[in-house]
């Protein structure tokens, strides 16, 4: 009974592709988030969709498009990847804006 | 602006020993929201509490306490005889009415056997 899944876990790939991460929660919550965590484990949030309507969007350049179909998913559309894409990206979600997150477990993400 | 500092980068203790992880915090709201969160070796990130601005009270659960002080604009986190599962990235957080969420730098936690 995963809460908050994300696929893929790993994603290598070359500079100038185009990839996407899938986030699934099943939590019934109403908000859901992407952080961006680099390799010094520094944790900074890209976006926040409520209700599926993006809310926070942060300075991020805009190959990254996130999409959300429906309230329990969350995807992530990068374009033209670049090396300094490299991280671990989490998708997370909370029950309003205020509560805590529960987040997915990752996906590590090497662009080569 | 906010900002959450957490100014041990690393910290090594042995096994037993009990250990507190620091957290300061800046806001200029009134009504805000504290996080800790725990990052183990594996990756996932898991809650652990979290306590708004009109609750000052400590907290127990366990091994684990919080203490709370306004004054100083501090939620610091203890581990009291501290297990090697315990090793961790540690993460407090703030959220405010009006911003987005914001993560402290963390803090690693070494529990040598």
């Known amino acids: 009974d995963t809460a908050v899944s994300q696929t893929p876990k790993y994603l290598v790939t070359q500079m100038g592709n185009d990839k996407s991460i899938k986030c699934e929660q099943n939590l019934g919550h109403d908000t859901m988030y992407w952080y961006k965590q680099d390799s010094k484990k520094f944790l900074k949030i890209m976006f926040s969709y409520n209700n599926k309507e993006l809310i926070i969007n942060e300075t991020v350049p805009n190959r990254f498009s996130p999409k959300s179909p429906d309230k329990a998913h969350l995807n992530l559309h990068i374009n033209s990847l670049e090396l300094g894409d490299s991280a671990v990206y989490f998708c997370?979600?909370?029950?309003?804006?205020?509560?805590?997150?529960?987040f997915g477990p990752g996906t590590r993400l090497t662009v080569l | 602006a906010q900002k959450v500092t957490q100014a041990q980068t690393e910290i090594s203790v042995v096994e037993k020993e009990d250990v507190t992880l620091d957290c300061v915090y800046e806001?200029?709201?009134?009504?805000?929201?504290l996080f800790w969160y725990k990052q183990p070796p594996s990756g996932e990130l898991v809650f652990l509490i979290r306590r708004n601005s009109f609750d000052e009270q400590n907290e127990i659960s366990g091994r684990y306490s919080w203490n709370f002080q306004k004054s100083t604009s501090s939620f610091n986190f203890t581990i009291t005889a501290s297990q090697v599962v315990d090793s961790a990235v540690y993460f407090c957080?703030?959220?405010?009415?009006?911003?987005?969420?914001?993560f402290g730098p963390g803090t690693s936690l070494s529990v040598i056997p």
């Open positions: 957080a703030l959220k405010t009415s009006y911003d987005k969420v914001i």
């Open positions: 997370a979600s909370s029950r309003g804006q205020l509560n805590e997150q529960f």
């Open positions: 806001t200029r709201d009134t009504t805000y929201y």
